[in-house]
Nanobody
Framework: QVQLVESGGGLVQPGGSLRLSCAAYGFTLDQGAIGWFRQAPGKEREAVSCISSSDGSTYYADSVKGRFTISRDNAKNTVYLQMNSLKPEDTAVYYC???????????????????WGQGTQVTVSS
């Protein structure tokens, strides 16, 4: 049974930082790319970042480039999203997702049938 568990969300002031974690169970990080998506109230879910399970290559949405960094710790079977210089528009529920056997980030569009975490709330506000 594949399970992804996010943690690390919270309330932070603009300009602050948070590190989100996505711990994988029943699945190892070499078996599929891990993506981070977010959904703000009243908005569509959007891709934020992704890390390949094959070569470690990464993807970032233009809105977070230079501020967010994705990484993985294979020993802990966990993917991290370091978020710096946070802005109010980063406020959303953040989800990690994986698809068994899909190793690359290019064109990665997971469906509802893929393995999603439960989400973690990030609120950026003064």
């Amino acid at each position: 049974q594949v399970q992804l568990v996010e943690s690390g969300g919270g309330l932070v002031q603009p300009g602050g930082s948070l590190r989100l974690s996505c711990a994988a169970y029943g699945f190892t990080l070499d078996q599929g790319a891990i993506g981070w998506f977010r959904q703000a109230p009243g908005k569509e879910r959007e891709a934020v970042s992704c890390i390949s399970s094959s070569d470690g290559s990464t993807y970032y949405a233009d809105s977070v480039k230079g501020r967010f960094t994705i990484s993985r710790d294979n020993a802990k079977n966990t993917v991290y999203l370091q978020m710096n210089s946070l802005k109010p528009e980063d406020t959303a529920v953040y989800y990690c997702v994986t698809t068994w056997g899909h190793h690359y980030c290019s064109g990665y569009t997971p469906s509802e049938d893929d393995y999603w975490g439960q989400g973690t709330q990030v609120t950026v506000s003064s």
